[in-house]
């Protein structure tokens, strides 16, 4: 399991190409466990849900199975995207690099 952000910069859980979404009105009554749901629960009706530790990415417990395969590769294009969005604010690359990460980016995307 790994925190990636999403493209409004919002934090979300990966592992083996399935990302979960924090639920931000849940909370357990102890106050040490953090509720996820698989970010195709509306589009896919997909009901897979974890539990983490507070502030940490061991899962506690697992309810549910997906409903559809994960997508392997997009955990790097996640990332890769983040990288650039992050470099592109604090250095003075050239538009050219960052083109260049980006065909990178597509070239992992492609069969």
């Known amino acids: 399991m790994a925190f990636?952000?999403?493209n409004r910069g919002k934090q979300k859980l990966?592992?083996?190409g399935y990302r979960y979404v924090y639920v931000k009105n849940k909370k357990s009554a102890d106050g040490e466990k953090v509720f996820w749901n698989?970010?195709?629960r509306t589009s896919d009706k997909c009901k897979a849900i974890v539990h983490t530790k507070t502030g940490d990415a061991t899962v506690i417990?697992?309810?549910n199975e997906h409903n559809h395969s994960g997508k392997g590769?997009?955990?790097?294009?996640?990332?890769?995207?983040?990288?650039?969005?992050?470099r592109s604010?604090?250095?003075q690359e050239t538009i050219r690099l960052?083109?260049?990460l980006g065909q990178q980016l597509d070239s992992v995307?492609?069969?």
Do not use: F, G
């Open 89 to 91: 604010t604090t250095t």
């Open 4 to 6: 990636v952000l999403s």
């Open 14 to 16: 990966s592992e083996n």
């Open 98 to 100: 960052r083109l260049s």
């Open 61 to 63: 417990k697992r309810i």
């Open 73 to 86: 590769a997009r955990v790097e294009v996640v990332s890769a995207r983040n990288e650039i969005k992050e």
């Open 38 to 40: 698989c970010e195709k």
């Open 109 to 111: 995307l492609q069969p």
